[in-house]
């Protein structure tokens, strides 16, 4: 993605833009982002997030039984644990270097498409759809969605996050 003059204050370093101020995305709201790198969940990481949370539902958890009767042979990635990975996700489409603190506002539209599988690749792509300046913080609003290889959908959620000046 390349820069132009009314981005002065931000850049693209590697794949995620960088941007000083949260107000500084404002002039990236509907453009195309380049989507994330491919990730993949271990049956490890679904155990430990099991086990922290509680989710003991053979379909994420019963390596055996997901071989002899789900339809794709594997256990099931927890749509929790999916949603959990978004900060990490969305920090390679953009991140803002000057803020003081940040905090997730709210998950909406939030959809389990189709499963995702241990072992299955994903990425996210993500569009800023509203920056807006509010008296105390900066509002963003990004349209979320991991996609697999195949190219479907198979988690779609719009995320608000509010930045905090120092």
Do not use: K
């Not at 002039?27 to 989710?55: K, M």
């Amino acid at each position: 993605m390349s820069t132009t003059p009314e981005d002065r204050n931000a850049s693209v370093a590697g794949s995620a833009l960088r941007v000083e101020r949260a107000i500084d995305l404002a002039a990236f709201v509907g453009r195309e982002f380049p989507p994330g790198s491919w990730q993949g969940v271990t049956q490890d990481r679904i155990d430990r997030f099991a086990s922290l949370t509680g989710d003991r539902n053979w379909i994420h958890t019963d390596v055996a039984r997901a071989a002899r009767e789900l339809a794709g042979g594997r256990t099931i990635v927890p749509g929790q644990l999916l949603l959990s990975l978004l900060p990490a996700l969305l920090q390679e489409i953009y991140v803002v270097t000057g803020t003081g603190t940040s905090r997730v506002a709210g998950l909406r539209s939030v959809r389990f498409r189709q499963p995702i599988c241990c072992g299955d690749a994903f990425r996210l792509h993500a569009q800023l759809i509203l920056v807006r300046q509010r008296p105390r913080f900066v509002q963003v609003d990004t349209d979320c969605r991991l996609d697999l290889r195949s190219g479907s959908p198979a988690v779609t959620a719009q995320r608000t996050d509010v930045f905090f000046s120092e």
